[in-house]
């Protein structure tokens, strides 16, 4: 069973930082490319960061210099580092994996992340 389960999410003050974890089970982790997305109310998911099987990564302009995405395929584990938050990063944060052979894509449930003073 395919298990990508994000944690780390939470309220914070603006200028604050988060560490969210996704950990996954069910795949090859190391022939996955990995993703986050976040979806605020009212508006469409949007991609904030990837990090190919390769380790390329991009990021969301909005995000740019902010957050830091990582993976640590002996844990199966990928992490998205956000500094410096604002009230526009507030929204849920879901973690997608990619297996970069099948195109088969994996969805976590989602964690709040919330920006507020």
């Known amino acids: 069973q395919v298990r990508l389960v994000e944690s780390g999410g939470g309220s914070v003050q603006p200028g604050g930082s988060l560490r969210l974890s996704c950990a996954a089970s069910?795949?090859?982790?190391?022939?996955?490319?990995m993703r986050w997305y976040r979806q605020a109310p009212g508006n469409e998911r949007e991609l904030v960061a990837a990090i190919t099987r390769g380790g390329f990564i991009n990021y969301a302009d909005s995000v740019k210099g902010r957050f830091t995405i990582s993976r640590d395929n002996a844990k199966s584990t990928t992490y998205l580092q956000m500094n410096s938050l604002k009230p526009e990063d507030t929204a849920v944060y879901y973690c997608?994996?990619?297996?970069?052979?099948?195109?088969?894509?994996?969805w976590g449930q989602g964690t709040q992340v919330t920006v507020s003073s």
């Open positions: 069910g795949i090859i982790f190391s022939l996955c490319d």
């Open positions: 997608n994996g990619q297996n970069s052979r099948t195109r088969a894509s994996y």
